[in-house]
C-alpha cells in the first residue's frame, strides 16, 4: 500500500487480538498502555505490530489505518482487519480502550495523544485493563454530566434533562427537547471554550447552508467543566443510515454554492479555531486578501512554520516547503485573475469518519473545521482518507465540473492535511508530506 493513501476495508471476524499489553501506571492521568505485539486469532506467532503506534487522539478508526498501516505498525496481510472503531475514547486520561469493532473479536488499549513506550515490560490482561480503565472513565464522566446538565437548565436550553447514556469521554442525555449528544474537548483531549465556540459557529453556518440537503448537528449550549476544560452540547442524530454518494454530493455542492452572510465576505472565518488538536488561524480579524495568499500566508506556510518548531532538524521539508510555495501562482493560474477566486463555506476536515446519514438516507456532516476558501480545499482530506469519493459523483460535478489543473491541486489541498497530520502525531506522517512535496515539484 502507497505510504500516502490508506483505503479502510471492512474488517474480517475474528481478525486478529492483540496479545500483551504494558501499562505504565506512575500517575493514573498520565498512564500509557503500550502494545507489545499481537497475532492474528490462529496463527500463533505471526507479528502483527512491529513497533510501537502513535495513534490520532479522538479519530480512532484512522489511527488503525493511518498510524499503524503508514507508519510500518500492522503487516500487509493484516490490512483488511485495520478499520475498527473502539468502544470508548476518555478524554482524561486519553486512552483508547475496551472493544473495537462489533463481532470482530478485537480487544485492545492503545494510547492516543502520546508516544507510546517502546520497551515491552510485563503483560496485563486486556479486558481486565479495559474494565478498570472504563469504571474510572465512567466516574469522571458520571460528574461531568451533572455539570453539564446544571448549565443546561440555568440556560434555559432545555427544561429537564436527565442521564441516558454515560460512558467515557462524550456521552448523551435525554432532555424535553430530545437526546443530546455532549462531546468533551476536541481532538481527544482538552479545549478552551473559544475552541468549542468556533466548531458550534460553524455547524450552525454549515447548517443554514445546506438547504436540507444535508444534516448538521443543531448546537445548544458550549460551557466549561473547568478552564480549558470545555464541552458541546448538540442534538442527538441517529446515524444508523446510508447515505448514496450522489445525495451526499449535492448537498456538499449546496455548501460550497451558499451565499456569502453578509457578516462574512472574506476568505478565513470570523473566529480562530483547530483543525484536530492543530491551531487554525483563520484572519479573523476580516483582511481583504486572494485565495493564493491566504493559502500561502494561513494554510500552508503556518505548516511549515510549526514543522520549524516541531521537527526544527527537518531540513528537507523545509527546502521543498520553500519551493513549493514559490512556485503556487502556477497551481492556481487556470482558475483565472487570483481575484477572480471567490470564497465558499468549507467544512474543513471532511474525512470519511465525518460522514454519515440518517436512517432515511439524509447524508449527515458533523465535527467540522470550517473557514471560507476556494470549493476544492474541502476535497484534500477526503482523498488522504476516503479516496475522494464525497466529490467523484455527478450530485457535485454537476455544479462544479473540474476545472484544468484540479489533480494538481487536489494533491496541494491534501498535503496540508499531511503536514497538519505530521505536526501533530510526528513522523508517521513525514513520509506521506515528502511525497506529496515531491510530485508537486515534479521530482
Not at 113 to 118: I, M, R, S, T
Not at 292 to 310: A, I, P, T, V
Amino acid at each position: 500500500m502507497a505510504a500516502s493513501r490508506c483505503r479502510r476495508r471492512k474488517p474480517e471476524k475474528r481478525c486478529f487480538q492483540l496479545q500483551r499489553a504494558l501499562m505504565t501506571t506512575a500517575a493514573s492521568a498520565a498512564s500509557v498502555l503500550t502494545v507489545a505485539s499481537a497475532t492474528e486469532a490462529g496463527r500463533t506467532g505471526s507479528s502483527a505490530i512491529r513497533s510501537a503506534c502513535f495513534l490520532a487522539p479522538g479519530r480512532s478508526s484512522r489511527s488503525l489505518s493511518s498510524s499503524l498501516i503508514l507508519s510500518g505498525g500492522i503487516s500487509p496481510e493484516l490490512q483488511d482487519c485495520s478499520f475498527a472503531r473502539p468502544a470508548g475514547v476518555l478524554s482524561q486520561p486519553n486512552l483508547v480502550v475496551g472493544s473495537l469493532a462489533s463481532g470482530s473479536g478485537i480487544f485492545t488499549a492503545l494510547s492516543v495523544g502520546a508516544v507510546c513506550l517502546v520497551s515491552v515490560g510485563v503483560s496485563a490482561s486486556l479486558r481486565a485493563a479495559s474494565r478498570r480503565w472504563h469504571r474510572a472513565a465512567g466516574l469522571t464522566a458520571m460528574a461531568s454530566a451533572q455539570e453539564v446538565r446544571k448549565q443546561l437548565l440555568e440556560s434555559g436550553v432545555c427544561g429537564d434533562v436527565e442521564d441516558r447514556q454515560i460512558s467515557s469521554g462524550n456521552f448523551v442525555l435525554r432532555t424535553d427537547r430530545g437526546d443530546c449528544f455532549v462531546k468533551c474537548g476536541t481532538g481527544g483531549s482538552g479545549a478552551p471554550k473559544a475552541i468549542l465556540e468556533y466548531e458550534a459557529e460553524g455547524l450552525r453556518r454549515l447548517g443554514a447552508a445546506a438547504g436540507g440537503l444535508l444534516r448538521v448537528p443543531e448546537p445548544w449550549l458550549v460551557g466549561e467543566l473547568a478552564p480549558g476544560q470545555a464541552f458541546i452540547v448538540q442534538e442527538k442524530l441517529d446515524l444508523s443510515g446510508h447515505a448514496s454518494r450522489d445525495d451526499l454530493g449535492a448537498g456538499l455542492a449546496a455548501v460550497h454554492a451558499a451565499e456569502l452572510p453578509a457578516d462574512w465576505q472574506h476568505f478565513g472565518f470570523p473566529l480562530e479555531g483547530c483543525c484536530g488538536a492543530c491551531p487554525q488561524k483563520n484572519n479573523s480579524e476580516g483582511k481583504s486578501m486572494t485565495w493564493l495568499n491566504f493559502w500561502r500566508d494561513y494554510r500552508l506556510g503556518e505548516q511549515l512554520r510549526m514543522l520549524r518548531q516541531n521537527s526544527p532538524s527537518d531540513s528537507e521539508v523545509q527546502k521543498l516547503g520553500a519551493d513549493l510555495v514559490a512556485r503556487l501562482p502556477e497551481f492556481f493560474e487556470p482558475l483565472g485573475r487570483p481575484e477572480d477566486i471567490k470564497p465558499s463555506l468549507l467544512h474543513g476536515d471532511l474525512w470519511s469518519g465525518n460522514i454519515s446519514a440518517l436512517p432515511d438516507g439524509t447524508p449527515v456532516i458533523i465535527d467540522p473545521a470550517c473557514y471560507y476558501g476556494h470549493h476544492e480545499a474541502d476535497h484534500g482530506i477526503n482523498l488522504m482518507f476516503g479516496g475522494g469519493s464525497a466529490f467523484r459523483n455527478s450530485g457535485y460535478e454537476s455544479r462544479f465540473p473540474r476545472v484544468t489543473g484540479y489533480k494538481q491541486r487536489a494533491l496541494l489541498y491534501e498535503l496540508h492535511h499531511h503536514l497538519n497530520h505530521y505536526n501533530i502525531f510526528g513522523g508517521s506522517y513525514r513520509g506521506g508530506s515528502v511525497e506529496l512535496m515531491r510530485r508537486l515539484l515534479g521530482s
